[in-house]
Nanobody, 121 residues
Framework: QVQLVESGGGLVQAGGSLRLSCAAS?????MGWFRQAPGKEREFVAV????????YYADSVKGRFTISRDNAKNTVYLQMNSLKPEDTAAYYC?????????????????WGQGTQVTVSS
C-alpha cells in the first residue's frame, strides 16, 4: 500500500509562488496533481510519467505550473508561479498504476490527504 503525503500549501498573494511536495512511502508510478475548490468537482492539474519524460497540464495552469519528480526521494513536486485567486483550492497528489499518464480522476489508485492553497487578490 502506497501512502502519499502533501506539503507546501499556504496563503499567498496573487502573482506569488508556492511549491507543493508529495512524498510517497513506497513505489511510485505515474503521478498527478488535482485540485478541488469548495462546491466544485475535483479537477486535473498536471501529471508526470514515472520516468519524468512525459508531462501534461490543464490549460488553466499551462505556462505557470511545473510538475517534476525525484524518484530517488520518492517525491513529486508542483511548482506554482503567477498564482491567481482562482487557483485557490485543496491540492491533492495521486498515483496511478496505469501505464499511461492519465488525466482522469477515476484512473488513480492512491491519494494524499490534500494541502490547502489560498491565493488572495
Amino acid at each position: 500500500q502506497v501512502q502519499l503525503v502533501e506539503s507546501g500549501g499556504g496563503l499567498v498573494q496573487a502573482g506569488g509562488s508556492l511549491r507543493l511536495s508529495c512524498a510517497a512511502s513506497g513505489r511510485t508510478f505515474n503521478m498527478g496533481w488535482f485540485r478541488q475548490a469548495p462546491g466544485k468537482e475535483r479537477e486535473f492539474v498536471a501529471v508526470i510519467s514515472w520516468s519524468g519524460g512525459s508531462k501534461y497540464y490543464a490549460d488553466s495552469v499551462k505556462g505557470r505550473f511545473t510538475i517534476s519528480r525525484d524518484n530517488a526521494k520518492n517525491t513529486v513536486y508542483l511548482q506554482m508561479n503567477s498564482l491567481k485567486p482562482e487557483d485557490t483550492a485543496a491540492y491533492y497528489c495521486a498515483g496511478t498504476q496505469r501505464t499511461i499518464a492519465t488525466m482522469t480522476t477515476h484512473d488513480y489508485d492512491y491519494w494524499g490527504q490534500g494541502t490547502q492553497v489560498t491565493v488572495s487578490s
